[in-house]
């Protein structure tokens, strides 16, 4: 899954860019943290479902800032369609 992150060259991490990209057909995969507050990654998941992606979920908020090479903390992140 990692080297899926690192080969990426069109990614988006936060929420608000997810929903964003999810709105405009952009994501490939979506990316979730375990740990991240319910009503911050319903809207995300409420897309997924909408556009039938299947999210991965990762353990932590932290973890999944570091998959995707940022050092704060991430509730959800996206790969992007090339």
Known sequence: ME?????SRHKVVGT?????????????????????????IKPVINLCKKTNLE?????????LGKMFGIKVKAATAAILKD
């Open 16 to 40: 608000k860019q997810t929903i964003k990209a999810l709105e405009q057909g952009e994501v490939l995969q979506v990316f979730i943290a375990g740990d991240a507050e319910g009503k911050v």
């Open 55 to 63: 999210p991965q979920y990762v353990d932590t908020m932290g973890q």
């Open 3 to 7: 080297d899926q992150i690192s080969s």
